[in-house]
């Protein structure tokens, strides 16, 4: 990702902030999201709709699916006959892998009638946990709701007891996901270190009016708004991007980079570094080598690689900052420190790299030839391949750094997936890995950016990652950058960046950011490991500049608050169902079980219902009645038989 400016929105005046901070709805105290409105919910996610999600059943298997569909009109029955009627009869959902943030299972049965079964979970599909016991035949009528403390579930299985031909079924079984404790949350904020002396306050209208405030620092306000995993990148020796002249101070550099390293550390948050590997900003337009190596024969290059690499890491480890994440190069999918190559990729970024081209083409470096990919030209094709061979030494040259000098530190290497383009990342990964693990220098994580005007659609990257974990099951997975505006330039036009459902509002910002982390969650086996959001401060920013009598300051958007706020704290029984005849009462459940998924408690909540209408058992039917509770609503339906 390469720098944006700020953007600015003029108040005049602090009679001015006040209003606005007022019609913003900020709240007093720590935690209190100031710009613009937002509202957040925990994430949830109905895995029964994935396309991986797959059935299988001890009789009339090819209707399994049934229960998946979303309608509650089909469903699954066991199979009819003395063959089937003596032995229990089982539906099995396998979601795919493991889940360890699944803590609610909502089954709704065919109908009605009575009916003995249990629902179960498994991590293997071997050994079986019970969810919910219904064998006595009376409780469980029409469908349950079951809450889950356990990790690590992949099979959920609804199994009847001595079932009889046609007397129930299975219409639809959901499975709800939510973020899990692990899903590590951050941002790249190597901006850091320009914003030390800029006042980001935890709340700021208490803070203009004169109280103390534990901040003032960026870190203060990510932290206390959710923010678990910094990541900071790492310029060799940082230059303007347009002259080349050396940059002073040298922000980003690996000197100062140590000092935030420090800090973020003492603000008991983890710590990721991403080597660039260049001067100035490397994406997948540009990967300039830096200028003391350019000049280097390819053997002498590999070799600072991995000095550069260990020697920095081990200064990190020495003043007890040990990065929980390295990151051997940004964004490489078109190779990194391109040499002499570079003329046929034909880059024209940076400047000075196309200037002083007889320096920094001199010698190869580690540039990918695309436009030889699958060209049937055997020089074309031997120059391609020497190309892998180049990036791949360099990248296991940094790998094999990081493991000596950083033990505890797992190694990310951080690509792209263009829209439209998985069939180029999937070549990538397979060239590089293949290389890399015939080396003994395999990473830890795949990781990937996703900004949506450039990446494709929240469900795009869904199927992005779906694949590259099916198809390299040995690695974690991560979303090592994305963002989402909350305001136009110019201001005023909330239209959605392209690829996106979103629109450019805090509210926009907030969901988009969340459909990510959502994403991310979802992919099965636990296998994405974090998401970060890049230079939340300073890109698309996740904090909006206004102007007061004292200055301009930055007002955090209420957006900010995706990061705490898109956890879960109690999973609700909200669905539950009850039977009776025409003409009997209605008897709803004075409480409901709700889960604390923190530590494992399942306690039970007063329910306050609406009224039930008197005519509810005058004929057959159903209905449903609407409850509250301390943790939310909880809806009854209710089914009166004959």
């Known amino acids: 990702m390469t720098h944006s400016?700020?953007?600015?929105?003029?108040?005049?005046?602090?009679?001015?902030?006040?209003?606005?901070?007022?019609?913003?709805?900020?709240?007093?105290?720590?935690?209190?999201?100031?710009?613009?409105?937002?509202?957040?919910?925990?994430?949830?996610?109905?895995?029964?709709?994935?396309?991986?999600?797959?059935?299988?059943?001890?009789?009339?298997?090819?209707?399994?699916?049934?229960?998946?569909?979303?309608?509650?009109?089909?469903?699954w029955r066991p199979a009819s006959g003395s063959r089937h009627g003596k032995r229990d009869q089982a539906l099995t959902v396998d979601l795919g892998g493991a889940y360890d943030g699944l803590h609610k299972v909502e089954v709704v049965l065919a109908n009605a009638a009575p009916a003995r079964y249990v629902v179960e979970a498994s991590a293997d599909g071997k050994r079986w946990t019970t969810l919910a016991d219904h064998r006595d035949g009376r409780s469980g009528a029409a469908g349950t709701t079951a809450l889950v403390d356990r990790e690590g579930t992949r099979y959920l299985r609804v199994r009847f007891t001595a079932s009889r031909a046609g007397t129930n079924g299975v219409a639809e079984l959901r499975a709800y996901n939510y973020l899990r404790d692990d899903l590590r949350l951050g941002a790249d904020l190597s901006y850091a270190d320009q914003e030390r002396d800029q006042p980001y306050y935890l709340d700021a209208e208490a803070a203009l009016a004169g109280e103390p405030d534990p901040g003032p620092h960026l870190l203060d306000v990510v932290k206390d708004r959710g923010m678990e995993h910094l990541r900071l990148r790492i310029w060799n020796d940082p230059r303007d991007e347009t002259t080349g002249v050396e940059t002073d101070p040298a922000y980003q550099g690996p000197e100062r980079s140590l000092t935030v390293a420090e800090e973020i550390t003492d603000h008991d948050m983890s710590l990721g570094i991403d080597f660039h590997y260049a001067d100035s900003w490397a994406d997948p337009s540009k990967q300039p080598k830096p200028r003391a190596w350019a000049e280097l024969p390819f053997d002498e290059l590999t070799q600072e690689v991995h000095d550069f690499t260990a020697d920095y890491l081990t200064q990190l480890v020495e003043q007890g900052t040990t990065p929980a994440k390295v990151a051997v190069g940004n964004e490489v999918i078109n190779g990194f420190m391109y040499g002499s190559e570079a003329e046929i990729i034909g880059t024209t970024a940076p400047a000075y790299f196309v200037e002083e081209a007889d320096v920094y083409r001199s010698q190869p470096g580690g540039g990918l030839l695309w436009d030889y990919w699958r060209s049937e030209d055997p020089a074309e094709q031997q120059a391609y391949v020497e190309?892998?061979?180049?990036?791949?030494?360099?990248?296991?040259?940094?790998?094999?750094?990081?493991?000596?000098?950083?033990?505890?530190?797992?190694?990310?290497?951080?690509?792209?997936?263009?829209?439209?383009?998985?069939?180029?990342?999937?070549?990538?990964?397979?060239?590089?890995?293949?290389?890399?693990?015939?080396?003994?220098?395999?990473?830890?994580?795949?990781?990937?950016?996703?900004?949506?005007?450039?990446?494709?659609?929240?469900?795009?990257?869904?199927?992005?990652l779906h694949t590259i974990a099916d198809a390299f099951p040995q690695y974690a997975l991560d979303v090592a950058e994305t963002a989402y505006p909350a305001e136009s330039w110019p201001p005023g036009d909330p239209t959605p960046l392209p690829n996106s459902p979103f629109p450019v509002t805090v509210q926009g910002q907030a969901d988009a950011i969340q459909r990510v982390f959502q994403v991310a969650n979802d992919v099965p086996g636990n296998r994405v490991q974090g998401v970060l959001v890049?230079?939340?401060?300073?890109?698309?920013?996740?904090?909006?500049?206004?102007?007061?009598?004292?200055?301009?300051?930055?007002?955090?958007?209420?957006?900010?608050?995706?990061?705490?706020?898109?956890?879960?704290?109690?999973?609700?029984?909200?669905?539950?169902?009850?039977?009776?005849?025409?003409?009997?009462?209605?008897?709803?459940?004075?409480?409901?079980?709700?889960?604390?998924?923190?530590?494992?408690?399942?306690?039970?909540?007063?329910?306050?219902?609406?009224?039930?209408?008197?005519?509810?058992?005058?004929?057959?039917?159903?209905?449903?009645?609407?409850?509250t509770t301390d943790h939310g609503p909880v809806t009854a339906t209710i089914h009166v038989l004959p």
């Open 387 to 464: 190309q892998w061979d180049r990036f791949g030494t360099l990248m296991a040259s940094g790998i094999r750094a990081v493991r000596e000098a950083s033990p505890e530190s797992e190694v990310e290497i951080h690509a792209i997936v263009d829209a439209g383009r998985l069939d180029k990342t999937m070549e990538f990964w397979t060239q590089l890995l293949t290389r890399l693990e015939a080396a003994d220098a395999a990473p830890d994580v795949l990781a990937l950016s996703y900004y949506p005007e450039w990446h494709g659609s929240p469900e795009a990257l869904e199927h992005n």
């Open 5 to 75: 400016t700020h953007r600015r929105r003029a108040l005049a005046g602090g009679a001015a902030l006040a209003v606005a901070l007022t019609t913003a709805g900020l709240a007093i105290g720590p935690s209190a999201a100031g710009y613009g409105e937002a509202v957040i919910e925990p994430v949830e996610t109905d895995l029964a709709g994935k396309d991986w999600v797959t059935t299988r059943a001890t009789s009339n298997d090819a209707d399994g699916g049934l229960v998946l569909d979303g309608d509650e009109a089909t469903a």
């Open 534 to 627: 890049w230079e939340p401060a300073n890109w698309q920013p996740m904090f909006t500049w206004v102007e007061t009598g004292q200055g301009w300051f930055p007002e955090a958007n209420a957006s900010l608050d995706v990061f705490h706020d898109s956890d879960v704290t109690h999973v609700l029984e909200d669905t539950v169902h009850v039977v009776t005849t025409v003409g009997d009462d209605v008897r709803l459940p004075r409480r409901v079980d709700v889960l604390t998924p923190a530590d494992g408690n399942v306690d039970g909540v007063r329910v306050t219902w609406q009224d039930v209408p008197d005519d509810a058992t005058a004929q057959p039917g159903t209905l449903t009645v609407d409850g």
